[in-house]
Structure formats: structure tokens, C-alpha cells
């Protein structure tokens, strides 16, 4: 094998933490053709599961990043969850159905198969480093850009970059030099994790078995993985939870052979909530675990790095890419802040909810969610996922308000994610509707070319940056629409999902993110205007 070349003297992002934030962070900028070193302490690609549930906005992030062929494989798709009291009653099952977004809401997968996926897609994109074996040391700002100073085997370094990114966990170095605070605790629950092949149980889903006596986990991972999860209790050592006999017993009670039973990993978990008290300092941002830990219960750790990865990565690229101002960068920490804070939340009370050691309060939640099950607007809620905080920006690059024929009107799709519905699209059938809208901004107008009442210095400058402009009509009418408006994309709307949102929505004209979140909507004379406003929010110039 020949050897690493040396680090270079100089990129335009460093990231620290090749974990699954950081890969997908370099393969968002890499696909823009950024400039990344992706630096890492360890050797490699952690090789064990950790993350075990996936939804659907990150499924949306990979298929954005052109990798969702690679990590379906890796999936179980609509995986239920379901709680069970000490007897086996079910009293809270969680079965989404709904694919609103495009991808279903609930998968199992494993981590170190997708995290081998992102990093295999950083070979696509030249302007991306990995080194691995290279540790942060420090950075200090200088000028225009920052200097971190690397160690990688013997030798140290200072590599010159525009912004530092990190990515680098819970304990990260990067958080700790900023000299940002890591707000929040460290509940005292403990779990012991323990992974095994060839599953001994088979069964296809999840299951939460809340038994005051040992509150107790079995999950399906594809690949024949399952994974048990073991309250520990006070007095009970990882040392002792982890030895081999140990393990048998407590699999005693879940499989009929423990002693046959093909353990990966053994690992005692303390649970956390905490939240970084600023996610930028100067040219220093933080993403994933670095920014935030939440308890597991609703699996959203992992998912609410990608979605900061997600939101950073199309925002480091325009301010690189001089089209849009700096203090595009301070909507970050406006937009993912206050959500990670609500994941963090429901996280914690779930627990609360689910793990009660209480004997007595562990019967009160029984007879309580007996009596909801009997209540179908409630077993919707819970089945549904409804109770998941969806990601809404009131503050950043959104128009929650919007000037619009001389009247203010509050958009109430505007902050949210859009929905994927499939689309017909021109020699290439039906597809997902983002394979039309591209990994830019886009201008999606109903029955109409968006572009039509705006100046000509209006439409360059979404040509400039990038944008695409389409229009959104009937299935029916697709060929009358490419007669009547040759040069714009069209889609065909052959489900009625994109008819009934513009019904809902009240405009026929939504501007899109790169992130595929509403950023404003309006009707078609009030583009222009529009355009200006968002132009302000990017802190871009309209020539």
C-alpha cells in the first residue's frame, strides 16, 4: 500500500469526526465541490452497531446525497415498535405508515454498513480528504480564515482553512476548545447493550418489554442482527453486567439456547441530555453529538445529526461559493437549536414514560394506556408517530410572513418540510419528486411557469445560484403543458398529493431550500417580490 500523501497546508472546511455526521457533512460539500479535510483519531470507520432506527427525513438526506440505493440494503423499512407491560399486554404499539416525505417513516438499520456507504461516497468527490489516524489538537482564528493545528503519527501541523466543523461526539475536542458549554445531564439509567448475529429470536420488529423488575429491549436489525438492550441497576457494574455468564442469563429470559447465541458486542450505556449552549463560534460550528446527546428512546440522535449535517452542508457551500453572506451561517444554530431541544424533551419524558422502575407507577401507566387504546384519535397519535416533533423554522431562511399585494399573510406551510409525492417526469417515468427538484433551490408553481412575472434581474439571480424552475400540473395535462410552456421543467402530478397541498396551501408558487424545506410561498405576481425578501435572508446580491 502506498503511503497517505502529506496534509495539505491549506482547504477550505476541516471536519473533525469521520462518524456519520461528518461523512455525510463531506459528501454534502464534496457534491458541491467544496474543499474538505475529513480528519479522525481512530484508525477507522467504527466496525460495531450503535444507531439501530433511521427515518424518514434522513433516508431523504442519502437519496439528496445520491447514495439511497446503497443504504436501503442495510434497512428494515416500517418497522413497528411496540411497549409491553410485565404480563405481555400491549399497550403502545407504534406502526407509521405513511411515506409523506417520500421513504417510510421507521427503519432499522445498521450503523456501520450505511457509515461504510458514506464513506465510500466520498470517493466520488476529489476535493475531499479522509485521514484517518489524524488528531484535532486546537485552532486559533486568523483574519478571514482559522488554523488548526493536526497531529498525525509523529508529526504536527497547521492546516489553514475558512471554517472548522465538529463532528467529533459527545466529548468533542473541537466543542472544547471553542470554550462552548455542553448545558444539561446525565441521567443515572444505565443499559447494558449487547448485539448478537444470527438472531436467536427472528422475529421482524421492536419490542419494549416495561417490567419494573428489568425494563427490557429486543430489536430486529437487518443482516440476521438483533439487539437486547438491559436496564442496569445501581450497584450493578459494567465489569460485572458484561461478563459472559452474566449476559447468558439475562438472554435466558429472551431466547431458548443463551449459550448458543453469537454475541458482537457487550456494552453498559449511561444516557444523556445535553444541548451545546451555541452551536458557532466564529469560524467554529458543531453538528450531531457534538452539539446535542438525547436519551435513545426515540432513536433520534442519529437521525438529528443528519438533519444538522443536512441544513449546514448547503449553507457552508453558498458562503464558500460567494453567493450568499456570511451571516447565512448564524441561521444554523436558529433553525437546529430549538428542534434538537423539543427531540431532547420527548426523549427524556418518554423514558420517563416507558422505563419506570416504580412498581406503582408502572401499574398507573398500564391502566392508563389501557384506557387510551379505547380512545382512536389517541392510538392514532401514538401509532402514527404523530408525536414526533417535526421540524418547523420560524426564524432564519423562511417568510413566515410575506408581502404580498400590499397584505401580510401567515403562511402555515412555510418553516416545514415539503412532501415528496411521486411525479412524472419527461423521458424518465415516474420518480420521486426531489429527482426533479435537483440538490439546489427550486420554484415549484402550480399550472404555470414561476418565473412569468419576474424582472429579468429576478430570474438571473436564481439562475445564478443554481435554482430550478418547474411546473407542477395534472398527469393529464403534462404534454398540453410542455406546448404551452416550452423551456420550463414540468412534472406530472399523478397521485393529487402536489394539487392538494397548493389547495391547502392557499398560493400556487413554493420556494424550496436545498434542505427541500418551504422557504416562502406566494402567488405568481408576487415572485418578484418574494425573491428580493429571500435574497435579504441569504445576505445574496440580486445584479
Known amino acids: 500500500m502506498s503511503a497517505c500523501p502529506p496534509l495539505p497546508s491549506e482547504t477550505e472546511i476541516i471536519i473533525v469526526g469521520a462518524g456519520p455526521v461528518g461523512l455525510t457533512l463531506a459528501n454534502a460539500l464534496g457534491l458541491a465541490g467544496i474543499s474538505v479535510l475529513l480528519l479522525e483519531e481512530r484508525e477507522g470507520i467504527i466496525d460495531y452497531p450503535r444507531g439501530v432506527g433511521m427515518d424518514d427525513e434522513c433516508l431523504r438526506s442519502f437519496q439528496g446525497l445520491g447514495l439511497i440505493d446503497k443504504v436501503l440494503p442495510h434497512t428494515t423499512p416500517n418497522q413497528w415498535l411496540r411497549f409491553l407491560t410485565a404480563r405481555g399486554r400491549v399497550f403502545a404499539s ?108 427472528g422475529t421482524p420488529n421492536a419490542v419494549l418489554i416495561c417490567d419494573p423488575k428489568r425494563p427490557t429491549v429486543s430489536i430486529a436489525l437487518p443482516h440476521g442482527v438483533r439487539r437486547f438492550e438491559f436496564m442496569v441497576f445501581d450497584g450493578e457494574s459494567e465489569e460485572e453486567m458484561t461478563r459472559p455468564e452474566a449476559i447468558r442469563r439475562l438472554l435466558a429470559g429472551m431466547t431458548a439456547r443463551p449459550e448458543r447465541v453469537d454475541v458482537i458486542r457487550a456494552r453498559v450505556y449511561m444516557h444523556h441530555a445535553r444541548l451545546a449552549a451555541s452551536f458557532r463560534a466564529g469560524r467554529v460550528l458543531l453538528a450531531g453529538d457534538a452539539a446535542h446527546l438525547m436519551p435513545v428512546w426515540q432513536g433520534q440522535g442519529y437521525n438529528s445529526g443528519i438533519r444538522d449535517a443536512t441544513n449546514l452542508g448547503w449553507k457552508l457551500a453558498a458562503v464558500l461559493r460567494g453567493w450568499a453572506g456570511d451571516a447565512l451561517l448564524d441561521t444554523y444554530e436558529a433553525e437546529r437549536r430549538a428542534h434538537a431541544a423539543a427531540m431532547i ?32 384519535p389517541a392510538k392514532r397519535y401514538i ?28 403562511g402555515k406551510v412555510v418553516g416545514r418540510l415539503f412532501p415528496q409525492p411521486a411525479v412524472t417526469i419527461a423521458g424518465r417515468g415516474t420518480a420521486k419528486l426531489d429527482e426533479a427538484l435537483g440538490t439546489g433551490f427550486a420554484l415549484l408553481a402550480w399550472g404555470d411557469d414561476p418565473a412569468r412575472y419576474m424582472d429579468a434581474s429576478n430570474r438571473a439571480f436564481w439562475r445564478r445560484i443554481g435554482a430550478r424552475l418547474l411546473c407542477a400540473v395534472p398527469a393529464t ?51 418578484d417580490v418574494v425573491t428580493q425578501a429571500l435574497a435579504a435572508r441569504l445576505a445574496a446580491k440580486i445584479e
Open 383 to 410: 401509532m402514527e408517530m404523530r408525536f414526533k416533533p417535526m421540524p418547523r423554522y420560524t426564524a432564519g431562511i423562511v417568510l413566515p410572513e410575506t408581502e404580498a399585494a400590499g397584505r401580510k399573510e401567515r
Open 94 to 201: 407504534v406502526e407509521p405508515r405513511t411515506d409523506v416525505f417520500g421513504w417510510p417513516r421507521r427503519n432499522a438499520f445498521i450503523q456501520p454498513l450505511v457509515d461504510k456507504v458514506l464513506l465510500e461516497g466520498l470517493e466520488r468527490c476529489p476535493s475531499v480528504q479522509v485521514r484517518f489516524g489524524a488528531a484535532f489538537l486546537g485552532y486559533r482564528e486568523d483574519g478571514d480564515g482559522i488554523k488548526v493545528a493536526v497531529r498525525e503519527g509523529t508529526s504536527e501541523r497547521q492546516i489553514a482553512a475558512r471554517f472548522l466543523v465538529g463532528c467529533d461526539g459527545g466529548r468533542s475536542s473541537v466543542r472544547k476548545a471553542a470554550g462552548i458549554d455542553f448545558e444539561g445531564k446525565t441521567e443515572s439509567t444505565r443499559w447494558l447493550v449487547v448485539d448478537v448475529a444470527n438472531d436467536p429470536v
Open 477 to 527: 395535462q403534462v404534454d398540453a403543458a410542455r406546448e404551452r410552456l416550452p423551456g420550463t421543467e414540468i412534472v406530472g402530478d399523478p397521485t393529487g398529493r402536489l394539487k392538494d397541498w397548493f389547495g391547502d396551501a392557499g398560493r400556487s408558487v413554493v420556494f424550496l431550500r436545498p434542505d427541500r424545506f418551504v422557504a416562502a410561498v406566494s402567488d405568481p405576481q408576487s415572485a
Open 345 to 376: 424533551a420527548i426523549s427524556v419524558t418518554a423514558g420517563r414514560i416507558f422505563s419506570p422502575v416504580n412498581p406503582i407507577l408502572a401499574a398507573l401507566r398500564d391502566v392508563i394506556t389501557l384506557g387510551l387504546n379505547f380512545v382512536p
